[in-house]
Nanobody, 112 residues
Framework: QVQLVESGGGLVQPGGSLRLSCAAS????????MGWFRQAPGKQREWVAS???????YYADSVKGRFTISRDNAKNTVYLQMSSLKLEDTAVYYC??????WGQGTQVTVSS
């Protein structure tokens, strides 16, 4: 069992930055590919970025070049650094371990 807790969301102006964190319980964090997903109002949840167990990273085209995913296995934490934020990045952001375990989500609102 893995429990995930996201933090770092908030209100930011277009062009601004935020860093999301996802803290995981359990000793097997390093064995999971970790991912960030998001869900905007009225839309389906979509994949944003992933980082595998050897630190290869993958991004959705919509965030490539603006978002950076990273992990710290010693801290059981995965991060999502978001820069050059756009209005359309507004969503609840969720982290996932192996697409099996999910956090409760953190709200990111981009607004002027």
């Amino acid at each position: 069992q893995v429990q995930l807790v996201e933090s770092g969301g908030g209100l930011v102006q277009p062009g601004g930055s935020l860093r999301l964190s996802c803290a995981a319980s359990g000793r097997i964090f390093s064995r999971y590919t970790m991912g960030w997903f998001r869900q905007a109002p009225g839309k389906q949840r979509e994949w944003v970025a992933s980082i595998n167990t050897v630190d290869n990273t993958y991004y959705a085209d919509s965030v490539k070049g603006r978002f950076t995913i990273s992990r710290d296995n010693a801290k059981n934490t995965v991060y999502l650094q978001m820069s050059s934020l756009k209005l359309e990045d507004t969503a609840v952001y969720y982290c996932s371990a192996g697409s099996q375990y999910w956090g409760q989500g953190t709200q990111v609102t981009v607004s002027s």
